[in-house]
């Protein structure tokens, strides 16, 4: 019934910006933690960023300062934008969704991922 749909993946220079959308349906939005998670070649998929209902967010060390996660709950929409883009951000990019739980763990719900592609 939940579905997540990502969209704004493409391919940038290094030093660009993008900005990732995942529109939500099948769900109270308002309700859920959302989040990006990201998973590049022969790597483990990893948590860039999540926000709860109530607005406080997560990042990863690698990405805090460059990126942020928003949410606009009555378009049921979150959206991560990107700046000052490195070839290490070059991944698959997955919306996550799922009830709190009380700590950062992904949700039961993911979208079928977007590529990003930075080149030197």
């Known amino acids: 019934q939940v579905q997540l749909a990502e969209s704004g993946g493409g391919l940038v220079q290094a030093g660009g910006s993008l900005r990732l959308n995942c529109a939500a349906s099948?769900?109270?939005?308002?309700?859920?933690?959302m989040g990006w998670y990201r998973q590049a070649p022969g790597k483990q998929r990893e948590l860039v960023a999540a926000?709860?209902?109530?607005?406080?967010?997560n990042y990863a060390d690698s990405v805090k300062g460059r990126f942020t996660v928003s949410r606009d709950n009555a378009k049921n929409t979150v959206y991560l934008q990107m700046n000052s883009l490195k070839p290490e951000d070059t991944a698959v990019y997955f919306c996550?969704?799922?009830?709190?739980?009380?700590?950062?763990?992904?949700?039961?719900?993911w979208g079928q991922g977007t590529q990003v592609t930075v080149s030197s």
């Open positions: 926000i709860t209902s109530g607005g406080s967010t």
């Open positions: 996550n969704s799922g009830r709190p739980r009380g700590g950062w763990f992904p949700g039961d719900y």
């Open positions: 099948g769900m109270i939005f308002s309700m859920y933690v």
